[in-house]
């Protein structure tokens, strides 16, 4: 309690936003963001809360993104990265991950009335697709009562190379050391283990974006990369070329526009190496946006490698699911300023 008023008296008197101004004038802030849904909406009961915000929420973290930062555009930070211009003080960057549905319904509005650029990079297999991602399909039937323990405990007996069950855990994370698990698995191996479950993770509203919806948010001005193809670490793919190439052309056909106008790339799971970065340069791509937890330097010109702040409603929300004014702002302007480096 001490901290959180330590933290509303910062910001109520400005010394926040005064550090922050000083900090991060010469610094890229690039936030990423996953799902945005309406309480209302029969997609949210069962909804993955570590990946998913109100559209009210939303809405509040982008008024105070427009009131501390210099909002910029996918293409001004491409632009800034190819001819080594400055972007404005305290740059930030909204970003989207995977290309679903309720980004097109619930984020682009209030982006739109808010006059606010961001990007979103889709995964190439989920355009088009009713069904979400194994891992938000388990998550969601868990949450509808679809799934319980048993059916958990089931498929974790399942598993190749047998481990003992986690002792003493909840439900949730079993069902999150489960998610895990399978992530390991090659996607043909995981499909036929996840087939015995195929009545409890149907879904009946569609998760993802289809190509018109993509093609409208294009329209609109928000900026378009690719997420991988099959949404599996790149450091684990077979084929990487086929995955860095095969997404690019997918979710350029959508859009309809040219393979070679999707220029970045977010990395799925936010893995990657030198190779990966190595063939994502062959393939064209000029900026490759990862994890980290960091703001990243600018020195000459905007480097390569982008280090991204997830945002989720967690400890910044109150009780009334509103944002927390102060503890985002402690949570972004305090991130350390660090590049973003292959492993």
Same mark, same amino acid.
């Given at each position: 309690?001490?901290?959180?008023?330590?933290? @509303?008296?910062?910001?109520?008197?400005?010394?926040?936003?005064?550090? !922050?101004?000083? #900090?991060?004038?010469?610094?890229?802030?690039?936030? $990423?963001? !996953?799902?945005?849904?309406?309480?209302?909406?029969?997609?949210?009961?069962?909804?993955?809360?570590?990946?998913?915000?109100?559209?009210?929420?939303?809405?509040?973290?982008?008024?105070?993104?427009?009131?501390?930062?210099?909002?910029?555009?996918? @293409?001004?930070?491409?632009?800034?990265?190819?001819?080594?211009?400055?972007?404005?003080?305290?740059?930030?960057?909204?970003?989207?991950?995977?290309?679903?549905?309720?980004?097109?319904?619930?984020?682009?509005?209030?982006?739109?009335?808010? !006059?606010?650029?961001?990007?979103?990079?889709?995964?190439?297999?989920?355009?088009? #697709? !009713?069904?979400?991602?194994?891992?938000?399909?388990?998550?969601?039937?868990?949450?509808?009562?679809?799934?319980?323990?048993?059916?958990?405990?089931?498929?974790?007996?399942?598993?190749? *190379?047998?481990?003992?069950?986690?002792?003493?855990?909840?439900? *949730?994370?079993?069902?999150?050391?489960?998610?895990?698990?399978?992530?390991?698995?090659?996607?043909?191996?995981?499909?036929?283990?996840?087939?015995?479950?195929?009545?409890?993770?149907?879904?009946?509203?569609?998760?993802?974006?289809?190509?018109?919806?993509?093609?409208?948010?294009?329209?609109?001005?928000?900026?378009?990369?690719?997420?991988?193809?099959?949404? /599996?670490?790149?450091?684990?793919?077979?084929?990487?070329?086929?995955?860095?190439?095969?997404?690019?052309?997918?979710? @350029?056909?959508?859009?309809?526009?040219?393979?070679?106008?999707?220029?970045?790339?977010?990395?799925?799971?936010?893995?990657?190496?030198?190779?990966?970065?190595?063939?994502?340069?062959? @393939?064209?791509?000029?900026?490759?946006?990862?994890?980290?937890?960091?703001?990243?330097?600018?020195? /000459?010109?905007?480097?390569?490698?982008?280090?991204?702040?997830?945002?989720?409603?967690?400890?910044?929300?109150? $009780?009334?699911?509103?944002?927390?004014?102060?503890?985002?702002?402690?949570?972004?302007?305090?991130?350390?300023?660090?590049?973003?480096?292959?492993?």
């Amino acid at each position: 309690m001490l901290k959180r008023a330590l933290l @509303a008296l910062c910001a109520s008197t400005g010394g926040l936003g005064l550090y !922050h101004r000083l #900090r991060n004038r010469r610094v890229l802030t690039v936030v $990423s963001l !996953h799902r945005v849904l309406a309480e209302s909406d029969p997609r949210w009961p069962g909804s993955d809360p570590l990946y998913t915000v109100t559209d009210r929420f939303f809405e509040q973290c982008v008024r105070f993104f427009t009131r501390h930062y210099s909002i910029v555009s996918l @293409a001004d930070v491409e632009r800034a990265r190819l001819s080594g211009s400055s972007l404005p003080p305290c740059p930030l960057l909204i970003t989207f991950d995977d290309g679903w549905a309720d980004n097109y319904q619930y984020a682009m509005p209030i982006l739109e009335r808010l !006059h606010v650029p961001a990007a979103i990079f889709v995964a190439g297999e989920a355009v088009g #697709r !009713h069904d979400s991602f194994f891992q938000e399909r388990l998550i969601s039937a868990w949450r509808l009562g679809r799934l319980d323990v048993a059916h958990l405990r089931e498929l974790w007996a399942r598993l190749p *190379e047998p481990e003992d069950e986690p002792a003493g855990v909840s439900t *949730e994370a079993l069902l999150r050391r489960l998610i895990s698990r399978l992530q390991l698995l090659a996607p043909g191996k995981r499909d036929e283990l996840l087939s015995a479950l195929s009545g409890q993770l149907r879904e009946q509203e569609r998760q993802m974006l289809s190509a018109s919806e993509l093609q409208q948010m294009h329209r609109q001005g928000m900026g378009i990369g690719t997420h991988g193809s099959k949404h /599996e670490p790149l450091t684990r793919v077979p084929d990487i070329d086929t995955e860095l190439l095969g997404s690019r052309a997918v979710v @350029a056909r959508a859009v309809g526009v040219q393979d070679d106008a999707i220029t970045s790339l977010s990395f799925p799971f936010s893995k990657f190496d030198e190779l990966v970065v190595t063939r994502a340069r062959a @393939a064209g791509y000029r900026l490759l946006f990862g994890g980290g937890l960091s703001l990243t330097p600018l020195k /000459e010109r905007v480097p390569e490698l982008i280090a991204r702040v997830g945002i989720t409603a967690g400890e910044i929300v109150d $009780s009334h699911g509103d944002l927390r004014v102060a503890a985002l702002a402690a949570y972004l302007f305090r991130r350390p300023h660090r590049a973003l480096v292959s492993a």
